[in-house]
Nanobody, 120 residues
Framework: QVQLVESGGGLVQAGGSLRLSCAAS????????MGWHRQGPGKQRELVADITSGERTNYADSVKGRFTISRDNAKNTVYLQMIDLKPEDTAVYYC??????????????WGQGTQVTVSS
């Protein structure tokens, strides 16, 4: 069984910063892409950023220059450093990871989500 556990969400004023973490645990061979998605009130879930095992990154246009994704492969953990937060960044942030199982199959898993609220 694979688990993704997120932490680091909270309430922050506009212009502030937060750092999200997502740690993977369980039985798997490796992790390919790790990423963060978010779902704001009344909105669809959207990709925020993702990072490959080779540390190639991809960002939504709305967060470029403000958010930085990174990963620690030794700890099976992905991070999202968020600066200059805006009220429109308010959302539940979900971690997602593509795992290579012990048998070589690719499976994706989601974390339970962590709330980020940015007040104006």
């Amino acid at each position: 069984q694979v688990q993704l556990v997120e932490s680091g969400g909270g309430l922050v004023q506009a212009g502030g910063s937060l750092r999200l973490s997502c740690a993977a645990s369980g039985s798997f061979r490796s992790i390919d892409v790790m990423g963060w998605h978010r779902q704001g009130p009344g909105k669809q879930r959207e990709l925020v950023a993702d990072i490959t095992s080779g540390e190639r990154t991809n960002y939504a246009d709305s967060v470029k220059g403000r958010f930085t994704i990174s990963r620690d492969n030794a700890k099976n953990t992905v991070y999202l450093q968020m600066i200059d937060l805006k009220p429109e960044d308010t959302a539940v942030y979900y971690c997602k990871a593509d795992f290579r199982t012990d048998y070589g199959f690719l499976r994706n898993y989601w974390g339970q989500g962590t709330q980020v609220t940015v007040s104006s």
